[in-house]
């Protein structure tokens, strides 16, 4: 993916705005030392495995021509890559190094709106990277779909999570108030015993994900479904917090939301087999030894945050594409190649919306439009 | 038609006096002092507020000049100074002998003395009460409504609202309420006070109601 | 005799109350077109037309308070449609006009683009929904600078072969010069004037902390900043040894003049923003005379050249050991004709010249 030289990493001046660096272009070492955001540390730690002592910066567009622009080439010296880790406000690029992007909190739906505004805005830009991490966007430019070369990078190893906390689903037949206030009001309780169930499945819901009907139709019948599988078990994790969902009542609102808003018909008691996680679930919790694991995640999560050790390990991952059908392409190949395989299945969801896709971990023929 | 008086002299090296022409009052004359011999000694902007001149009804009292003589002027004491239009040179008047007074050196070491020692902004709106005749030539040819918020514009810094408009208006219109009034008003409101803006001298070039 | 070409501008960012960065640059552009014998320029805001004498009064007063109070006044009785056929020039953004058969609009910077997070979500709104369509109709692409040339290159290249500079100039009316001789002298002490807030694209913050550092501590040289203190400044100086807090001082919103006054007593100027399109206080500073300590990025080397001192507005360091060389008086005696020189390449002339041309081809 990276071609010879060094390699810079430019980072979200926004996650640096509390602390201060020794200058515009510095060692990874010195971001590394900086307290910023847990997501920011996993993805330069990520990419800074892929470069040899790379060097890292948060305002590449500052030094547009002339003499700032001679000085960073001074800085940057024998640099020949540029990473830029973007939240979707902003896509930097460095004229003259090989440009890649890797975007990351798209599940911020505030980050997830200002990318699409981006790449509609400036298509030009987008088409001039050589690369997308982690990520499947495509742009229109004219009458043509730019869409940067997709990589797929995941961790050997996925870091340090706090313990996570459950809440049982309890829906109120009245409102997402009453429900998420029902769902405080219950309490934590403990973890499930994977083992006690002969599936499970796993939803990280994003805030992007959450005001997607699709998703949200996907999310509704599925618990709907697992109420009446005693013998399956659903975790739903909650949106992470951000400025709109700050709290556990947020979390909870904005979840109970989308599933109330999709229309699908489901009991309004507590559910013992269905539960709300308040944050990522860790590698750990999933085990090695339970063979059914399934998850299910769209664009706007992080799925790097997790090792292609469980995803290889996982029965199913199902990824409901972006509604604008771009990347899908895309998205078939970086699956198949963390997992393994192609996908099992490409699920029709509904006349406006795209497949669903489907890597099944023992199924090798494909079982098309169920 | 050019009229003018040189005042005095300030032992802090100042010429002092007034100049204004008749024909066009509120644009500032530059004016010199010369001595007998012709030289020129100090030459400055007659544009400066004063009371007794706006009192007088010269240019709205803002004719005063105060300029920095070359010379030290210690040696001005018994000498003839003639005060000029130095764009044309033609004599306003001459003096002999000016009256010499002491006075103190005045030092500007502080933001809010410079401020208030800027001659292009009024200190204070009671600095136009002797703008009614140029107020009501406002009024006479564009209309109280035009008046009204063009001062809205120049005191508050927004456009007039139709409630302002409508009773101010009309109490002007009943004369009620005089040109300036109105400016006095607007200038001693809590939205002034709260957002205190500054207010361009009548004669600079930013003065609507020239 | 020939009629002269014709020229619609749109002055719409005049009509603000108070004017600073593209205001300022709207009213240059108005002055110098006026001047040139070479078009017939008339005037439009949102593609009403404007008569000439309103929108000079708004350039002698400096603001658009009047100009808007006159237009809403007027726009009862209604104005003239602009000339569809002349060609069209927007000061700066013409949101998606297309009416005019020949369009032109001004790109100041890119900052919206590419660094959105120092914006209002409303504002990035405001200034790319309608960017890339703008681009697409304009004829010419007007940009304040090479830096926003540069940018725009970059992030638009179809865009690329259409791209020109227009470069602003300064002029301080002629009576300021004889105002200030007659005027008691300041005694400020040593200063150096500074632009900035604690926005982080200002980058104030950097002084702030340069404060406390021994050779800033040493030089004796106070800081004064144009305009008010703004809010969560006292946060940041109460975290400072009063002593250090006491030499940066906010001249709150002062009149043209007395910025005249305050920059040709200054040493020098202190520009720490981190990105502008062009920066006209730092063309103003070299008008009379005066140095500038700056960024060394985005527009400053361009339109400071070799009168200015320059650093990593992200390097503390760096800025203090270029406010330690700028602090000595031979290096700004040596420098202070550089900066009238560098300031009398930019000229009304100038600024006129490449849209006279794009009118004219």
Known sequence: MLGSGRTVISVPAFDLRNVDTTGSVFEVEELQRLSIPEDLRRAVSLVSALCKKPLCMTRPEIFTHGAARRWLDDQLGSVRNHICLSDGSAIKVIDGLA????????????????????????????????????????????????????????????????????????????????????????GQVSEPKLQEFSAVTYIPVTEHSANDPTFSKLLAQTIAATYFNPEHCLLIRLPRPNENVADLFQQLSVT?????????????????????????????????????????????????????????????????????????????????????????????????????????RRSTSAARNK | MLRGYVDGIASSGYIEGWALSLEAPLDPLTVAILD????????????????????????AGWCGFYVRSSVPVSRLKQRALTLVDRGSGTEIVRRYPVPYAQDQDTVLSTIAEIVAADPTMTASIYQLNGCDNILSMYVKERGVDAYVATSYAYVLGRTVDPSGLASYGSLMRENSLTPFQLLAILSNSEEFRSKPRLLAAPNSAGFPFR | ???????????????????????????????????????????????????????????????????????????????????????????????????????????????????????????????????????????????????????????????????????????????????????????LGRYALVVGTLEPRKNLGLLIRALSRPE??????????????????????????????????????????????????????????IYEGFGIPALEAMSLGKPVLASMTSSFPEIIG????????????????????????????????????VARAFNWQRMAAPVVEWVTR
């Not at chain 1, 980050?111 to 499947?136: D, Y």
């Not at chain 1, 990347?327 to 509904?350: D, H, T």
């Not at chain 3, 400072?240 to 040493?267: C, H, Q, T, W």
């Not at chain 3, 200015?308 to 004709?337: C, H, N, W, Y």
């Open chain 1, 99 to 186: 440009n890649h992007v890797f975007l990351f909190r798209l599940d911020h739906r505030r980050n997830s709106e200002a990318m699409g505004n981006l790449l509609s805005w400036a298509p030009e830009l987008f088409a001039q990277l050589r690369s997308q991490i982690n990520t499947f966007h495509g742009a229109r430019l004219g009458d043509r779909l730019v869409q940067p070369p997709s990589a797929v990078l995941l961790p050997k190893a996925r870091g340090p999570d706090s313990k996570p906390e459950f809440f049982k689903f309890s829906p109120s037949i009245h409102s997402t108030e009453e429900s998420a206030t029902r769902v405080m009001a219950n």
């Open chain 1, 256 to 360: 109970l939301d989308a599933i109330r808003g999709s229309g699908v018909v489901m009991p309004r008691i507590p559910a013992p087999n269905i539960l709300l996680s308040r944050n990522d679930l860790p590698e750990s919790f999933f085990g090695v030894s339970h063979h059914h694991i399934d998850i299910m995640f769209d664009s706007s999560f992080d799925f790097w945050l997790y090792t292609q050790a469980l995803y290889r390990r996982l029965h199913a991952v199902s990824y409901v594409p972006a509604t604008d059908g771009h990347g899908v392409k895309a998205v078939i190949q970086g699956f198949s190649s963390i997992l393994g395989r192609p996908p099992a299945a490409r699920r029709k969801i509904s006349d406006a919306t795209p497949q669903l896709l489907q890597w099944t």
């Open chain 2, 36 to 59: 007998d011999q012709g030289r020129e000694l100090a030459w400055g902007l007659a544009h400066l507020y004063r009371e007794d001149l706006s009192a007088a009804g010269f240019a």
């Open chain 3, 1 to 187: 005799m020939t009629a002269k070409p014709k020229l619609t501008l749109d002055i719409g960012p005049m009509l603000d109350d108070q004017w600073t960065g593209i205001p300022v640059f709207t009213s240059r552009l108005a002055q110098c077109l006026i001047r040139h014998e070479g078009i017939d320029v008339e005037f439009s805001v949102q593609l009403t037309r404007i008569p000439k004498a309103l929108v000079l009064s708004a350039i002698n007063a400096g603001s658009g308070t009047m100009l808007r109070a006159d237009l809403e006044r007027a726009s009862l009785n209604g104005y003239e449609l602009v000339d569809r056929y002349a060609p069209m020039l927007f000061a700066t953004a013409k949101n998606a006009c297309t009416i005019g058969q020949r369009e032109a609009s001004t790109v100041h910077d890119l900052s919206t683009l590419v660094m959105p997070e120092v914006h209002e979500d409303a504002n990035v709104m405001h200034h790319m929904r309608h960017f890339k369509q703008d681009l697409a109709t304009d004829e010419v692409v007007f940009c304040v600078s090479e830096s926003t040339r540069s940018a725009l290159k970059l992030h638009y290249p179809s865009v690329a072969g259409k791209a020109r500079t227009l470069y602003q100039y300064v002029e301080w009316p002629e009576s300021y010069a004889a105002i200030e001789r007659n005027l008691p002298e300041l005694k």
């Open chain 3, 216 to 273: 800033v501590r040493r030089s004796g040289i106070r800081f004064i900043v144009m305009g008010k203190k703004g809010w969560k400044v006292d946060d940041v100086l109460a975290e400072l040894a009063p002593e250090d807090a006491s030499r940066i001082i906010f001249s709150g919103f002062v009149s043209e003049f007395v910025k005249y006054r305050l920059m040709r007593n200054a040493e020098f100027l202190v520009y720490p923003s």
């Open chain 3, 306 to 341: 070799d009168a200015g001192v320059f650093f990593d507005p992200l390097s503390i360091t760096e800025f203090a050991a270029a406010f330690t060389e700028m602090a000595q008086k031979r290096r700004q005696a040596e420098l202070a004709p550089k900066a009238l020189a």
